[in-house]
T-cell receptor, first 114, second 110 residues
Framework: DVKVTQSSRYLVKRTGEKVFLECVQDMDHENMFWYRQDPGLGLRLIYFSYDVKMKEKGDIPEGYSVSREKKERFSLILESASTNQTSMYLC?????????????FGPGTRLTVL | RKEVEQDPGPFNVPEGATVAFNCTYSNSASQSFFWYRQDCRKEPKLLMSVYSSGNEDGRFTAQLNRASQYISLLIRDSKLSDSATYLCVVRWDSNYQLIWGAGTKLIIKP
């Protein structure tokens, strides 16, 4: 079974803090994604990566950056957390570079910024 | 504007009934379509892909109507365990980009 793990289930941070969310997948997938999920809205893509050291902006990259130094690990960084970044953050992976069909998700990190 | 629209519900349905929901999409060039299921406080998981010819998996049937730009999900003989939020997902012309609906909440009552 594909396993995608995220470093924390719940996180509380203060405005202005730098926040790191880590995601690891164990199935050698090429593509990795970071989404945020807010009530009443569909999942919104923040960033994705289809290769090590490669990254592409999604729909809402402002205020975020990412790092993919190893194939299995994709990190999301909030440079200076703000209250409007309070959300559920979901990491996903998919196997084949260039094609996205099924995505496999981690359990999510619920981030609260005070 | 990219849009995938779903009725948020909730749909309150008695156990054993049949329930159906639709999802409309705005981009006529959409390539692929999926239904995901998300249980409360859990991550989304793929329920089924939606093919042009339709797709059936046990009690679940998915249909695509390209002319009217919607996909549907039909659940027969609903079970309590079917209670979840059902997310409609569309792949746009970019191979990497999936566009997600906000979901339809389904509650099956005994």
């Amino acid at each position: 079974d594909v396993k995608v793990t995220q470093s924390s289930r719940y996180l509380v941070k203060r405005t202005g803090e730098k926040v790191f969310l880590e995601c690891v997948q164990d199935m050698d997938h090429e593509n990795m994604f970071w989404y945020r999920q807010d009530p009443g809205l569909g999942l919104r893509l923040i960033y994705f990566s289809y290769d090590v050291k490669m990254k592409e902006k999604g729909d809402i990259p402002e205020g975020y950056s990412v790092s993919r130094e190893k194939k299995e690990r994709f990190s999301l960084i909030l440079e200076s957390a703000s209250t409007n970044q309070t959300s559920m953050y979901l990491c996903a992976s998919s196997p084949t570079r260039g094609v996205v069909n099924e995505q496999f998700f981690g359990p999510g990190t619920r981030l609260t910024v005070l | 504007r990219k849009e995938v629209e779903q009725d948020p519900g909730p749909f309150n349905v008695p156990e054993g009934a049949t329930v159906a929901f639709n999802c409309t999409y705005s981009n006529s060039a959409s390539q692929s379509f999926f239904w995901y299921r998300q249980d409360c406080r859990k991550e989304p998981k793929l329920l089924m892909s939606v093919y042009s010819s339709g797709n059936e998996d046990g009690r679940f049937t998915a249909q695509l109507n390209r002319a009217s730009q919607y996909i549907s999900l039909l659940i027969r003989d609903s079970k309590l365990s079917d209670s979840a939020t059902y997310l409609c997902v569309v792949r746009w012309d970019s191979n990497y980009q999936l566009i997600w609906g906000a979901g339809t909440k389904l509650i099956i009552k005994p």
